[in-house]
């Protein structure tokens, strides 16, 4: 990664900021509740986060079967106390690079180098001759599943269910691992401030079966195909050629055991909704979109165990970013335009390069990234803040810690969790958006208040927890998280 240097302003700002924040975390050193130590952190995060940097992809990155693995410890770009916004948009889009870099079998890097696991980190078993072995059609959160629509498949009338797997490094693995048997053994409470060691990696894929794509989008090479072993309805398996459609890269980089959640999906799958006139449209059928219009966002709304819009599911904000139209961005703790350019700029050089190359991934695009902004933290500070201030990681309003696509979701993992609203003026108000801190805390995703810990942010580590301590069967575990959400989500409207 490459950064321009700060100029002499901004570091004689910086400088007063750190003293006025020694000064005020003085002050406020005898309050202990959430809001409190909000307001004392975020005292720093606001007015260490202005700084803009030119944000481009490297040469480097390129041919992509060389795309080298972004730095992510001691020396590396995150490895300050006065980070930007481009350092973690670039580290999010290296690493999908390096992360579907072709290797010599022919298969992206993450299909041979990671683990597949459930939710719950069990091992799933890849039966020969496929890469990925696919069951879960459950969306996270809800039980929503995702139809594609019937007229945009070859022949007219196929739809098909989209599935999910998960993908884990032996980093975040081994650390896990350790941990739940720590809590088993009573060694380590289940209330405590450990945090995952950098470099500790999960990924979230969607795939369907290529019976729901046209002729053309396979001969063209449209998209990532690859061999599955998919579990039908009536719970038989059989071997069938799925293409990807989104992905979730979220990892930890040194100062940052919040983890940074990146998410890319495949650039054709629907509309984006036009907040000004509360529609969104197309004029031709898309995977997930039917020809049409749809009013207002009954299209991403899953109600009584069913879309209300099955067929009409579209992006809420392109790039995460909230905006009541075209350049009128919602105010929250991220400068905008600035965020929004950064991932476009990144998206035109990416795809620009990839085309070269002829390479499929080119008809994928970068759809934003959330972390916090712990400059100017300690370690232990940094994990005192996801305990401490655990229902508030995910504010979006001004001066909350929150950086990024504050709004930010895939379009085939959280479909229907993109907003929890029904009006215009609700989606666009900051203090509702929904991120992926919205459910991914400092507790359970039980839905316990009283257990904290940072290991909670990751839903495999809580899943294993339940698994392993509580010794509670998948489905018992699948049902309180359930529960759980739809508590989170009452409380979120």
Known sequence: MKFKSIILKSVLALGLVLLSFSACDQKKQEKTTPEAKLEAYSDLAVATSTASTS???ETNWFPHSQTPAPEEGKGSPFD??????????????????????????????????????????????IPSGTSVALSSINQAGLDAVLQTVPEYSADGKTSDTVYYSIHI???LETAITKYVDSIKKGTLSRNNNATFPIGSLETKVSWVPV????????????????????TQGDGTVVKEQVALLG???????????????????????????????????????????????????????????????????????KY???????????????????????????????????????DVWQNYQYDGAIWLNMDGLTTTQQADTIVSLYRHIKDATPGSMARGSLASANLTMETFTQTYQTTTD????????????????????????????????????????????DEQTPTEIEANKLKAFMKVMSKSK
């Open 55 to 57: 944000c481009d992809c």
């Open 80 to 125: 300050t106390e006065n980070t930007t916004n481009c350092m973690f948009q670039q580290w999010s889009f290296q690493k999908f690079l390096w992360l579907t870099k072709p290797e010599a079998n022919g298969k992206p890097l993450f299909l041979n180098t990671l683990k597949q696991v459930t939710n719950q980190m069990e091992t799933v078993k």
């Open 169 to 171: 490094n032996a980093t």
């Open 211 to 230: 019976t729901s794509l046209p002729s053309e989008d396979i001969a063209k090479n449209n998209y990532y195909t690859t061999m599955a072993a998919v």
């Open 247 to 317: 992905m979730h890269v979220v990892g930890v980089v040194i100062n940052h055991p919040e983890f940074i959640w990146a998410t890319f999906e495949h650039n054709s799958l629907a509309p984006v909704f036009d907040v000004p006139s509360n529609t969104a449209s197309s004029d031709v059928n898309t995977l997930i979109f039917k020809k049409g219009s749809v009013t207002g966002v009954d299209g991403i709304r899953w109600k009584s165990g069913k879309a209300v819009k099955a067929e009409q599911t579209f992006g809420l904000f």
């Open 320 to 358: 995460g970013v909230a905006a009541k139209g075209p350049n009128n961005y919602v105010k929250t703790s991220q400068p905008e335009p600035d965020n929004y350019n950064k991932i476009d700029s990144l998206n035109m050089c990416v795809s620009a390069n990839l085309k070269k190359e002829s």
């Open 426 to 469: 609700e989606i666009t108000d900051a203090s509702k958006l929904i991120n992926c801190f919205s459910c991914h805390r400092g507790a359970p995703d039980t839905g316990s208040d009283t257990i904290r810990s940072p290991l909670y942010l990751s839903h495999v580590f809580s899943g294993n927890v339940s698994l392993i301590v």
